[in-house]
């Protein structure tokens, strides 16, 4: 039974949901997806793809998630029942099934690069490739990566059981500001390093348009933009429920895009010099889900500067972690939020109930990395592409007078602009996206492939 509206928490100011919103956002799909896809994209094409993503395509779709919280003061599953009727709860359950996947995944890269960081404290960065790699192979998989993952899954429970201004909020408020603060460091220092130049042409300002057409290319931004921000997820849905109608949601959506688009391009600028710099691009191409980006080159290269090294890695994965954290509560919040309003349990009944069914079904990606690589590509791309196209669908052409009526505050030119793109540009964009990434996938998925 639905949880009585005055029973739910809310977020105590604006600033707090603009932080926990981009805390959802912000995350290894910055630190880590960004960096690889970038790296395999064309370097400047998919930059220029990925914020025409984000600008013109998704920012509809965000202002629309949260109209869609906001205006119902529900979860997915109910939420999307009453603007849209009963058949579209349906939909709702693909948010809450989508983010508890993709949650059961992500938790198992938490744990790569907490294990990536016990290491460098414990035992140092390993100083070749091969050996960096041999590191990396060790906690991929089995044992360690289970624990790794039931670890990192456990902390986010710790988080999302204290609640939305004691857990949500004030982890935001306390972690994105250092978030930057440590990122801007690591891009200064990174930016003194002998091949920065070289790492920014070869792989942020370098133009291939031979790419502006490659299927891979275009899945590429279309997956890290939506798996990034979090659209069509459903976290961002949850956390503009908790709203007061004084928010300004475009402005908000703007701010949350802003943050997070700054991190994915902070990321880069400290990421491709050490791979310049120390002659690992090799590495960076060479491996799964971004691994050799990330757990296996990055290490490698800083090694090399002995202490100092040592130093930036230990930030550096630090960083990545608390990131991590941020999103990961967002998408246990889906869940958990879920279960308190249609089921009446108690936060903490709800948390741990969601904790042990997440636990069990990551253990097949902690268990085999290619499992967690074919989860990734549909739950992380092609599920959150299809709930974006739903939800522009929804609010652009079955409800558009609740897109209108809710952004009251905003300038009518400005709502106008924004139903257009949702009419049209959004829906039209997303399913070529959708349509572009499953052939792009399909030769992957068949029995014959290699």
């Given at each position: 039974?639905?949880q009585?509206?005055?029973?739910?928490?809310?977020?105590?100011?604006?600033?707090?949901?603009v932080?926990?919103?981009?805390?959802?956002?912000?995350?290894?799909?910055?630190?880590?997806?960004?960096?690889?896809?970038?790296?395999?994209?064309?370097?400047?094409?998919?930059?220029?793809?990925?914020?025409?993503?984000?600008?013109?395509?998704?920012?509809?779709?965000?202002v629309?998630?949260?109209?869609?919280?906001?205006?119902?003061?529900?979860?997915?599953?109910d939420?999307?029942?009453?603007?849209?009727?009963?058949?579209?709860?349906?939909?709702?359950?693909?948010?809450?099934?989508?983010?508890?996947?993709?949650l059961?995944?992500?938790?198992?890269?938490?744990?790569?690069?907490?294990?990536?960081?016990?290491?460098?404290?414990?035992?140092?960065?390993?100083?070749?490739?091969?050996?960096?790699?041999?590191?990396?192979?060790?906690?991929?998989?089995?044992?360690k990566?289970?624990?790794?993952?039931?670890?990192?899954?456990?902390?986010?429970?710790?988080?999302?059981?204290?609640?939305?201004?004691?857990?949500?909020?004030?982890?935001?408020?306390?972690?994105?500001?250092?978030?930057?603060?440590?990122?801007?460091?690591?891009?200064?220092?990174?930016?003194?390093?002998?091949?920065a130049?070289?790492?920014?042409?070869?792989?942020?300002?370098?133009?291939?348009?031979?790419?502006l057409?490659?299927?891979?290319?275009?899945?590429?931004?279309?997956?890290?933009?939506?798996?990034?921000?979090?659209?069509?997820?459903?976290?961002?849905?949850?956390?503009?429920?908790?709203?007061?109608?004084?928010?300004?949601?475009?402005?908000?959506?703007?701010?949350?895009?802003?943050?997070?688009?700054?991190?994915?391009?902070?990321?880069?600028?400290?990421?491709?010099?050490?791979?310049?710099?120390?002659?690992?691009?090799?590495?960076?191409s060479?491996?799964a889900v971004?691994?050799?980006?990330?757990?296996?080159?990055?290490?490698?290269?800083?090694?090399?500067?002995?202490?100092?090294?040592?130093?930036?890695?230990?930030?550096?994965?630090?960083?990545?972690?608390?990131?991590a954290?941020?999103?990961?509560?967002?998408?246990?919040?889906?869940?958990?939020?879920?279960?308190?309003?249609?089921?009446?349990?108690?936060?903490?009944?709800?948390?741990?109930?969601?904790?042990?069914?997440?636990?069990?079904?990551?253990?097949?990606?902690?268990?085999?990395?290619?499992?967690?690589?074919?989860?990734?590509?549909?739950?992380?791309?092609?599920?959150?592409?299809?709930?974006?196209?739903?939800?522009?669908?929804?609010?652009?052409?079955?409800?558009?007078?609740?897109?209108?009526?809710?952004?009251?505050?905003?300038?009518?030119?400005?709502?106008?602009?924004l139903?257009?793109?949702?009419?049209?540009?959004?829906?039209?964009?997303?399913?070529?996206?959708l349509?572009?990434?499953?052939?792009?996938?399909?030769?992957?998925?068949?029995?014959?492939?290699?």
């Amino acid at each position: 039974m639905p949880q009585p509206a005055a029973a739910r928490e809310h977020w105590s100011s604006g600033v707090g949901f603009v932080l926990a919103s981009a805390g959802c956002a912000i995350g290894l799909g910055n630190l880590w997806g960004f960096v690889y896809r970038a790296s395999q994209g064309g370097g400047a094409v998919f930059v220029v793809l990925y914020l025409l993503v984000v600008v013109l395509i998704l920012t509809p779709v965000l202002v629309a998630e949260f109209v869609i919280g906001r205006s119902t003061g529900q979860t997915p599953i109910d939420a999307l029942r009453t603007v849209g009727g009963s058949r579209w709860g349906l939909v709702g359950w693909l948010f809450v099934v989508a983010s508890t996947l993709v949650l059961s995944y992500y938790t198992v890269l938490m744990g790569w690069t907490g294990l990536t960081l016990c290491n460098a404290l414990l035992n140092g960065l390993p100083a070749t490739p091969q050996l960096s790699s041999q590191v990396f192979a060790s906690m991929a998989s089995g044992s360690k990566a289970v624990w790794g993952h039931v670890t990192s899954l456990l902390l986010t429970g710790l988080v999302v059981a204290a609640g939305v201004r004691r857990g949500l909020e004030r982890l935001s408020l306390w972690f994105m500001p250092l978030l930057f603060v440590l990122l801007i460091g690591l891009v200064v220092w990174a930016s003194g390093l002998d091949g920065a130049a070289q790492g920014y042409r070869t792989f942020l300002l370098h133009w291939d348009g031979s790419r502006l057409l490659d299927p891979t290319t275009i899945r590429n931004a279309f997956s890290q933009a939506f798996f990034s921000i979090g659209a069509g997820l459903g976290a961002l849905m949850t956390y503009a429920s908790y709203l007061d109608r004084r928010s300004r949601l475009p402005s908000e959506a703007v701010a949350v895009v802003s943050l997070d688009t700054a991190v994915a391009l902070l990321a880069g600028l400290v990421v491709f010099p050490i791979v310049s710099s120390f002659g690992l691009t090799d590495q960076v191409s060479a491996s799964a889900v971004g691994s050799g980006t990330l757990f296996i080159a990055l290490p490698t290269g800083l090694a090399s500067l002995g202490t100092t090294g040592t130093v930036a890695a230990v930030v550096f994965f630090s960083l990545a972690y608390v990131a991590a954290i941020t999103s990961a509560v967002s998408m246990l919040e889906v869940a958990v939020a879920s279960l308190i309003d249609r089921l009446g349990w108690s936060r903490p009944r709800a948390v741990w109930s969601a904790v042990a069914v997440v636990a069990l079904l990551g253990l097949p990606s902690a268990l085999d990395s290619d499992i967690l690589t074919a989860m990734d590509k549909v739950f992380g791309g092609v599920a959150l592409m299809l709930g974006g196209l739903l939800i522009a669908l929804l609010l652009g052409w079955l409800q558009p007078d609740r897109y209108l009526g809710d952004l009251d505050q905003t300038p009518p030119l400005l709502k106008r602009m924004l139903l257009l793109g949702l009419r049209w540009t959004s829906p039209l964009a997303i399913g070529a996206g959708l349509l572009l990434s499953l052939v792009d996938l399909l030769p992957s998925w068949l029995p014959n492939a290699t």
